[in-house]
């Protein structure tokens, strides 16, 4: 059975390119009628890819926590998108930030840096740094 499973998942066909691949994200998060489940779902998806999000995916998609009025989930995914930036992120994240900016500020979402969640609050100073 396995076998087959492999068969089929390896042979469906139509390779989508990035601009489509962006396009269907967009089109996605900027749907109206988006729920909750929905919006995590697709950044649950993007998280799995190995790829940072394009801005317009996330812009989209602070739109659509927005039009939900869901605040804590467009600062959790600006987190994951500076997670995924990984060992490159001193490089990405100041060029990905510059892009989504003006949305963030139109939209009133602060960074994570902004409300200061890049620093621990109560983390004890390391015994390396003693």
């Known amino acids: 059975m396995t076998g087959a499973t492999s068969a089929i998942r390896q042979s469906h066909g139509h390779h989508e390119t990035e601009e489509e ?30 790829l940072v999000p394009e801005p ?7 739109k659509a926590c927005r039009r939900l009025n869901d605040y804590a989930l467009a600062v959790r995914y600006l987190e994951s998108t500076q997670w995924k930036c990984g060992s490159q992120k001193k490089i ?7 892009e989504i900016k003006p949305t963030l500020d139109e939209l009133g979402i602060l960074t994570p840096e902004e409300m200061g969640y890049d620093k621990p609050e109560l983390a004890l100073k390391s015994v390396y740094d003693m």
């Open 92 to 98: 990405i994240c100041p060029w990905l930030l510059k």
């Open 56 to 62: 317009r995916i996330i812009i989209s998609a602070m």
């Open 21 to 50: 691949f962006d396009n269907r994200y967009v089109k996605y998060f900027d749907r109206p009628d988006i729920d909750g489940w929905e919006i995590r779902k697709a950044m649950n998806d993007l998280t799995g890819e190995d």
